[in-house]
């Protein structure tokens, strides 16, 4: 664990002498979480492509360790982002990402399941953001949600591919962009009927590097 952190620090400062880059920082709560925060971290590497990197933290009250619910624990994620530009004009982005993300869950409620998983977890994304004025900016996507436990226990299907909507507004401020995000949708696991809907609520804020005028970028980190 302290070994993938390190990496991903020293990926991020290696990253971070180069210009056009991002970062960002969000908090927020959901139907399975009492809080979560993420800091993620984007570098344009062409025309198209982007790399990222995010960090994700969870006070959650609906979890599972086994295919079985627990609701009380800790998860924490480490990803990374790739980015692609599919197009872009002056009032419109339309990018896919997908993130692919290493989870650490602590069980703290039900003594007879592991007190420790780790698991993987792949959200691809396709994202659209328009142009409304020259300081709102509207945001809308979907991302297809799926992610597998490793240990103890393998199970693949720990959460089936889930289908979850994102509705987005921007507000633009020189080089940052302060951001309001919903999520909803259906999500099934292992059972194939848990957490039957999802919702998630967040606002946060992403800055150029070096600073400048805010740009239209979209990685928002779902």
């Known amino acids: 664990m302290k070994r993938l952190f390190l990496t ?3 990926l991020a400062l290696s990253l971070s002498g180069f210009s056009q880059s991002n970062f960002g920082f ?3 709560t959901s139907k399975s979480d009492h809080y979560l925060g993420s800091i993620w971290y984007q570098h344009p590497i062409s025309n198209r492509f982007s790399i990222g990197l995010n960090f994700r933290y969870c006070d959650f009250k609906y979890r599972f360790v086994n295919a079985i619910a627990i609701n009380s624990g800790k998860t924490v994620f480490t990803g990374l982002v790739i980015g692609y530009k599919i197009a872009e004009t002056e009032n419109f982005r339309l990018d896919f990402n997908l993130t692919s993300s290493y989870r650490y869950l602590e069980n703290q409620e039900n003594i007879t399941l592991p007190s420790k998983t780790i698991g993987l977890e792949f959200d691809p994304n396709i994202l659209m953001t328009l142009r409304m004025n020259d300081k709102i900016l509207y945001h809308t ?4 949600r799926t992610s597998i436990q490793l240990k103890p226990e393998v ?3 720990e959460q089936q591919p889930s289908g979850i909507v994102l509705n987005g507004i921007s507000l633009k401020s020189n080089s940052a962009l302060y951001t309001l995000r919903t999520y909803a949708g259906p999500m099934s696991g292992a059972t194939g009927d848990t957490e039957k809907f999802f919702w998630m609520v967040s606002v946060g804020c992403q800055f150029n590097i070096p600073s400048k005028n805010a740009s239209s970028i979209s990685f928002l980190n779902f």
């Open 8 to 10: 991903t620090t020293l």
């Open 155 to 157: 199970i693949g299907n």
């Open 26 to 28: 969000s908090v927020g």
């Open 141 to 144: 996507g979907a991302m297809l």
